[in-house]
């Protein structure tokens, strides 16, 4: 007799792009288990050095699961107006919403206040927290989770959300496509002489772009990715603040104050497929891409959006979750819109890394003419907006 299943579908990864899932499946009616190996943390009192720019896109999924006015409510800063350049402010391209005929280009909200809001919108006993994953096999009418516990987890479909380094993906024998970046990102949250204006702002170095990322509280979040992490991090306070008010050329002014840095290395990941019989990776699990356009976690609400979608579609027509073909589609749709996205975050690293005659003249010159060009700004604008 073949034993029941526990769920349907079975999220490993308790991040963002998880808890989205979780919560869309359990809106459409489908049974459960969001499964992490690290237990609920507070929010702390500080921001997390983690946070992420929203695409409108992105915050209207948070919309439709419910959650955006639990994480408007608490830290959330809007943005309106972003300015890219790389030897002069004054020959900044601009991007402003009302490109996209939008009145925000997206908001800046932390990793904390969305895990938080998320994981508030399930029932706690759909939460399964601390449980580590020891192992995986696919049978022909379940996924079966082994449990740190010595417990088995039965379900129609396993969704792999934990993280670049997604041990599930390895159990699942998902292939890993890789590439390191010579670049290391540096993180922090600074205080400005000048305020934002709900403004974000971003520098092209040879050794990588600097981004200053508008908070709730007038500071800006830092993510400076480049190759000279190490002394960076080395410096003293008084020295770090000067150093990146003379590399954004004074933007905002002096930098007066920084919270504790923290860094993280760089690289490119894919994933050789997105799914399989009874199995789907979304969010870093799947794909990995530079932060320098602020995309990542816009990619894993994308991949959130359209396994619900395509999840809550089989319910509707009697189909089994974990079905192969019922997973074709969303494999194929999150495949094109990742690859698109890596192409053009690849493509500008490289860009600014290649070192010509006359190159940087050329950058300079393409940087200009798009914001010269309103109807192709414009156009890019409203791309980012939608992202997901």
């Not at 349907?8 to 808890?19: E, K, L, T, Y």
């Not at 396993?158 to 024998?173: F, I, K, N, T, Y």
């Amino acid at each position: 007799m073949t034993p029941a299943v526990d769920c349907d579908v079975a999220i490993v990864g308790a991040g963002p792009a998880g808890a989205a899932v979780a919560v869309g499946l359990h809106r459409a009616g489908l049974r459960v288990r969001l499964l992490d190996r690290e237990p609920v943390r507070p929010l702390p009192g500080d921001y997390d050095a983690r946070v992420y720019a929203l695409s409108p896109a992105s915050v209207d999924l948070l919309d439709v699961l419910g959650v955006w006015p639990a994480v408007s409510g608490v830290r959330a800063s809007p943005y309106t107006h972003m300015q890219v350049w790389e030897n002069e402010p004054a020959q900044s391209l601009h991007f402003d919403a009302a490109d996209a005929r939008r009145p925000l280009l997206g908001h800046i909200v932390e990793h904390g206040v969305l895990v938080q809001a998320l994981l508030a919108a399930l029932p706690p006993a759909l939460l399964q927290v601390p449980a580590e994953v020891t192992g995986c096999r696919i049978d022909a009418d379940a996924a079966v989770l082994e449990l740190g516990d010595g417990s088995r987890l039965r379900a129609r479909l396993v969704v792999a959300a934990d993280g670049p380094q997604s041990a599930l993906r390895g159990m699942l024998g998902v292939d890993l496509l890789r590439s390191d970046y010579d670049q290391t990102a540096v993180v922090c949250h600074v205080s400005t002489e000048r305020p934002h204006q709900q403004a974000a702002y971003q520098r092209f170095l040879d050794t990588g772009p600097l981004a200053l990322l508008p908070l709730a509280d007038g500071r800006s979040s830092l993510v400076w990715s480049t190759t000279e992490a190490a002394a960076l991090l080395a410096m003293d306070e008084t020295a770090f603040c000067a150093t990146l008010a003379a590399a954004s050329q004074h933007v905002l002014g002096g930098v007066l104050a920084c919270s504790p840095r923290r860094s993280f290395p760089l690289q490119l990941q894919q994933a050789e497929r997105y799914a399989g019989e009874r199995f789907a990776l979304a969010g870093d699990a799947a794909h990995v891409v530079h932060p320098l356009a602020g995309q990542g976690l816009n990619l894993g609400f994308g991949d959130a959006r359209v396994l619900v979608e395509t999840l809550t579609a089989a319910r509707e027509a009697r189909r089994d979750p974990g079905s192969a073909r019922v997973l074709g589609r969303y494999q194929r749709a999150r495949l094109a819109a990742t690859h698109e996205m890596m192409a053009i975050t690849d493509g500008l690293y490289r860009a600014w890394r290649l070192q010509l005659p006359g190159w940087r003249w050329l950058r300079q010159r393409g940087l200009q003419s798009v914001n010269a060009l309103a109807p192709l700004r414009q156009a890019l604008v409203r791309r980012a907006c939608d992202l997901s």
